[in-house]
Protein backbone atom coordinates (compact mmCIF):
# COMPACT_ATOMS: atom_id res chain seq x y z
CA UNK A 1 0.00 0.00 0.00
CA UNK A 2 1.84 3.45 -1.25
CA UNK A 3 -0.18 6.44 -0.99
CA UNK A 4 1.05 10.25 -1.20
CA UNK A 5 1.03 10.81 2.49
CA UNK A 6 3.57 7.59 2.71
CA UNK A 7 5.99 9.42 0.18
CA UNK A 8 5.72 13.06 1.52
CA UNK A 9 6.66 11.16 4.84
CA UNK A 10 9.39 9.24 3.51
CA UNK A 11 11.03 12.41 1.51
CA UNK A 12 10.78 14.33 4.76
CA UNK A 13 12.57 11.66 7.11
CA UNK A 14 14.87 10.58 4.07
CA UNK A 15 17.73 12.60 5.11
CA UNK A 16 17.65 11.53 8.77
CA UNK A 17 17.34 8.03 7.33
CA UNK A 18 21.03 8.48 5.14
CA UNK A 19 22.10 9.66 8.20
CA UNK A 20 21.02 6.76 10.54
CA UNK A 21 19.13 9.49 12.72
CA UNK A 22 15.95 7.60 12.86
CA UNK A 23 14.81 4.95 15.55
CA UNK A 24 14.67 1.37 13.94
CA UNK A 25 11.70 1.54 13.74
CA UNK A 26 10.92 4.72 11.60
CA UNK A 27 13.77 3.20 9.62
CA UNK A 28 12.30 0.13 8.86
CA UNK A 29 9.27 1.89 7.86
CA UNK A 30 10.71 3.96 5.57
CA UNK A 31 12.86 0.88 3.97
CA UNK A 32 9.61 -1.00 3.44
CA UNK A 33 8.24 2.26 1.62
CA UNK A 34 11.75 2.49 -0.65
CA UNK A 35 11.30 -1.03 -1.70
CA UNK A 36 7.75 -0.05 -3.07
CA UNK A 37 8.33 3.21 -4.12
CA UNK A 38 10.76 3.97 -7.03
CA UNK A 39 10.51 7.57 -6.98
CA UNK A 40 11.27 7.69 -3.36
CA UNK A 41 13.91 5.18 -4.23
CA UNK A 42 15.82 7.35 -6.28
CA UNK A 43 15.39 9.95 -4.12
CA UNK A 44 17.12 7.66 -1.32
CA UNK A 45 19.82 7.28 -3.92
CA UNK A 46 20.50 10.65 -4.37
CA UNK A 47 21.10 11.18 -1.12
CA UNK A 48 23.17 8.49 -0.17
CA UNK A 49 25.20 9.52 -3.40
CA UNK A 50 25.63 13.09 -1.85
CA UNK A 51 26.83 11.85 1.54
CA UNK A 52 29.18 9.48 0.39
CA UNK A 53 30.47 12.12 -1.88
CA UNK A 54 30.82 14.91 0.54
CA UNK A 55 32.34 12.48 2.96
CA UNK A 56 34.63 11.53 0.18
CA UNK A 57 35.26 15.17 -0.83
CA UNK A 58 36.96 15.72 2.04
CA UNK A 59 39.53 13.74 1.61
CA UNK A 60 39.88 13.75 -2.64
CA UNK A 61 38.53 16.40 -5.25
CA UNK A 62 35.10 15.35 -6.42
CA UNK A 63 34.96 15.20 -10.55
CA UNK A 64 34.11 18.62 -11.87
CA UNK A 65 30.73 18.13 -13.38
CA UNK A 66 29.86 15.51 -10.63
CA UNK A 67 30.80 18.72 -8.22
CA UNK A 68 28.43 20.63 -10.43
CA UNK A 69 25.71 18.40 -9.88
CA UNK A 70 25.95 17.90 -6.29
CA UNK A 71 26.20 21.73 -5.64
CA UNK A 72 22.96 22.01 -7.58
CA UNK A 73 21.44 19.46 -5.74
CA UNK A 74 22.16 21.08 -2.39
CA UNK A 75 21.13 24.45 -3.06
CA UNK A 76 17.77 22.80 -3.94
CA UNK A 77 17.79 21.25 -0.78
CA UNK A 78 19.19 24.03 1.30
CA UNK A 79 15.92 26.09 -0.46
CA UNK A 80 13.94 23.28 0.83
CA UNK A 81 15.05 23.62 4.36
CA UNK A 82 14.80 26.90 4.40
CA UNK A 83 11.14 27.60 3.48
CA UNK A 84 10.48 24.66 6.31
CA UNK A 85 12.46 26.51 8.99
CA UNK A 86 10.67 30.04 8.66
CA UNK A 87 7.35 28.58 9.85
CA UNK A 88 6.11 31.97 12.04
ZN1 LIG B 1 7.29 7.08 -2.17
Known amino acids: MSSEC ?3 RARRELEEYVHHELCSEEAAD ?6 TCGSCREEHLVSVTLTQVISRSCRE ?3 EDLRRQVL ?4 QIQLE ?3 GAVSG
Request: proline share 5%; net charge positive; aromatic share 0%.
Open 61 to 63: AAP
Open 6 to 8: DCA
Open 30 to 35: IRAHLE
Open 81 to 83: HIS
Open 72 to 75: LRLR
